[in-house]
Nanobody, 122 residues
Framework: QVQLVESGGGLVQAGGSLRLSCAAS????????MAWFRHAPGKERSFVTF????????RYADSVKGRFAISRDNAKNSVYLQMNSLKPEDTAVYYC???????????????WGQGAQVTVSS
């Protein structure tokens, strides 16, 4: 019922910045959460951040605190991931996700974007 379309991936030099977008469409629930996960080569898909659509509260993985920021645009029904001070270890496919309860596990989310490749060169 919910479709998530991502954009904004690309190649960036270490220390640079990149902004990902995720636009939601379809029948979104009245109360839901938007999250970002990433899947790095050779690693499991892991939690990056989530945002509560109802009150805007957020949570971040320790590895990205102080560098990444999640935000929303109510009018566009979109969520964004601003990534600053990027490191080569941030290289991954980034996925936006939506669910009805908050959580840091991918199992808490029912809908997923198609993924956006982010490559950080050293």
């Amino acid at each position: 019922q919910v479709q998530l379309v991502e954009s904004g991936g690309g190649l960036v030099q270490a220390g640079g910045s990149l902004r990902l977008s995720c636009a939601a469409s379809g029948r979104t629930p009245s109360s839901y959460y938007m999250a970002w996960f990433r899947h790095a080569p050779g690693k499991e898909r892991s939690f990056v951040t989530f945002l509560s659509w109802s009150d805007g509260s957020t949570r971040y993985a320790d590895s990205v605190k102080g560098r990444f920021a999640i935000s929303r645009d109510n009018a566009k029904n979109s969520v964004y991931l601003q990534m600053n001070s990027l490191k080569p270890e941030d290289t991954a496919v980034y996925y936006c996700a939506a669910g009805t309860v908050p959580g840091t596990s991918k199992l808490f989310y029912s809908y997923w974007g198609q993924g956006a490749q982010v490559t950080v060169s050293s």
